[in-house]
């Protein structure tokens, strides 16, 4: 851990000096940057800016997702996804970090790393985590650039195309035949060491996620073309997923110096006091071990859980004058500056092990793994964050002898407990969501909305590619449909 924090601390000496343009022109070109920076350094560089920043964490995860899906709810006017209002810099945050940031800086590394003949584990473990950040981008807004991006100064590409969501997934060079050569390359050592702020320099962990990434985005697939989604699903169990809370893939945070260092999640609840708990989630949540650890009243502090109540989805300061009673996340324990940035966890996994099992795509137990998953959905909280309270084995057996699994409403279950599990991992969250339907929501109808009363299916593209990269913005517009929140990506149509 020691090595961990000097390495953190030594990258806030280099981001406290960088400045992220916008526009695919200048976001794409760093005249200045050779490839003196060692691969090591550029590698834990890149896996904060993987977790990111305040900026985009406040706005695309918080700001739009959490509130979307009803995690939390705000009567800010500013938190502008829960009454469904259209901000372009708010809504197009990720994108226009990524790109400049952990894009570029991805790409870089991949380059540097084939110039000096490394196949190895280095290779692979860049490989998932580039897959990674291309997911976040194209699963929140569809079409992206994928196949050009970042390669303004290696290759000269200053407009880069935007590649069609089916391509990124499931063709050559795309997501799921990436993770699997990936996979492959990665051997039993890693030179990066303390500079994989993931796993530590642990490659065991890296193939995991590789093959448990391999079955997320698989699993993205089953609406629009359940074969394909199988085929890789089975593939990615069969080669070897993450087997219990260790392998959780999660970025460790400090509390400084420099503000890449902290969580931006932390960050943003330290500096905004408006979000609550969502009434469809606290009242989800009611039976639940785990809600005294999520949640505490606003007033004061209070995790009793008859003090808890959430505040529901579309209220505004003239419907709710006081929100001091209502719950807001446990700022003791969640939302602290140092807790970790987590990206993904084996209960997501035995949850989507279960729905295979429930699909009969596989031989396994829906109920054995939808168990599984429960368990380690509430047992994960006590190792990410240091001060939650530990669930006992008892309490998790009474939650499930309380609330047994029903296959006659399996995927439903299985989609409310993933929900619930993938709190503060706002674009899984919303991502799934969109694909399985659960948890059934009721979107909230304020008369500015922008989507005529329904939850949004994406957020939009920058308005500025228009004029920086018009050519591809328009064909991509042609391709995908109109630049706005209902317009749905490849894997979420209909």
């Keep these: 851990m020691k090595k961990i924090v000097l390495t953190i601390f030594a990258l806030s000496l280099v981001f406290s000096s960088c400045e992220f343009d916008k526009g695919f022109e200048e976001m794409n070109v760093n005249p200045g940057k050779a490839a003196q920076i060692d ?7 890149v896996v904060l800016q993987t977790s990111g920043g305040r900026y985009e964490n406040w706005r695309a995860s918080l700001i739009y997702q959490s509130v979307m899906i009803q995690h939390f709810s705000s009567t800010a006017g500013y938190w502008s996804g829960d009454r469904y209002f259209r901000n372009d810099g708010y809504a197009t945050s990720l994108w226009d970090r990524y790109y400049p940031s952990a894009v570029k800086e991805i790409e870089d590394i991949r ?3 084939t110039a000096a003949g490394n196949t190895g584990s280095e290779m692979g473990m860049t490989r998932i985590l580039r897959v990674f950040i291309y997911s976040r981008i194209t699963d929140l807004h569809g079409d992206c650039p994928y196949s050009e991006a970042g390669q303004g100064y290696t290759n000269g590409i200053l407009k880069p195309k935007y590649d069609a969501q089916k391509d990124i997934y499931t063709g050559t060079g795309g997501f799921l035949q990436e993770l699997e050569e990936a996979v492959a390359q990665i051997g039993a050592s890693t030179t990066l060491g303390a500079s994989d702020l993931v796993f530590q320099g642990n490659t065991t962990k890296w193939k995991a996620w590789g093959n448990s990434m391999m079955l997320r985005l698989a699993m993205r697939l089953s609406k629009v073309d359940p074969a ?3 085929a890789w699903a089975v593939k990615a169990i069969g080669n070897g997923t993450m087997t219990s809370n260790d392998h959780i893939a999660l970025i460790k945070h400090t509390d400084g110096p420099g503000g890449i260092n902290k969580n931006g999640h932390g960050e ?5 006091g408006n979000p609550r708990m969502s009434k469809t989630f606290v009242d989800w949540l009611k039976d639940d071990p785990r809600l005294p650890i999520l949640a505490a009243r606003r007033s004061d502090k209070s995790t009793a859980i008859a003090d808890l109540i959430g505040m529901p989805n579309g209220s505004t300061s ?12 446990n700022r003791n324990v969640i939302t602290k500056k140092d807790v970790p940035m987590v990206l993904q966890t084996y209960a997501e996994v035995e949850f989507m092990k279960a729905e295979a099992a429930q699909r009969g795509w596989t031989a396994g137990s829906a109920a054995t793994h939808y168990n599984n998953g429960v368990k380690a959905a509430m047992q994960m909280l006590s190792q990410i964050y240091p001060n939650a309270a530990a669930i006992t084995d008892a309490e998790v057996t009474a939650y499930l002898a309380l609330k047994p699994y029903d296959a006659t409403k399996g995927l439903q279950m ?5 929900w619930a599990a993938t709190l503060l991992n706002e674009y ?5 969501w969109r694909r399985t339907g659960f948890p059934v929501l009721t979107p909230t109808n304020d008369p500015g909305n922008v989507t005529g ?15 920086t990269n018009a050519d591809n913005y328009k064909a991509a517009v042609a391709a995908q449909g109109p630049n706005n929140f209902t317009t749905r990506v490849w894997w979420d149509k209909q």
């Design 39 to 45: 691969v090591a350094n550029k590698f834990a560089s």
């Design 111 to 113: 380059a540097q790393l």
């Design 228 to 230: 394909t989604s199988k």
């Design 268 to 272: 943003v609840f330290d500096a905004d």
């Design 318 to 329: 003239a419907t709710v004058p006081d929100t001091s009673i209502y719950a807001e996340p």
């Design 414 to 418: 299985i989609g409310e407990q993933y």
């Design 428 to 432: 899984e969250a919303f991502s799934n």
């Design 453 to 467: 009363g329904t939850i949004p299916r994406r957020l939009i593209w920058p308005t500025g590619e228009e004029s």
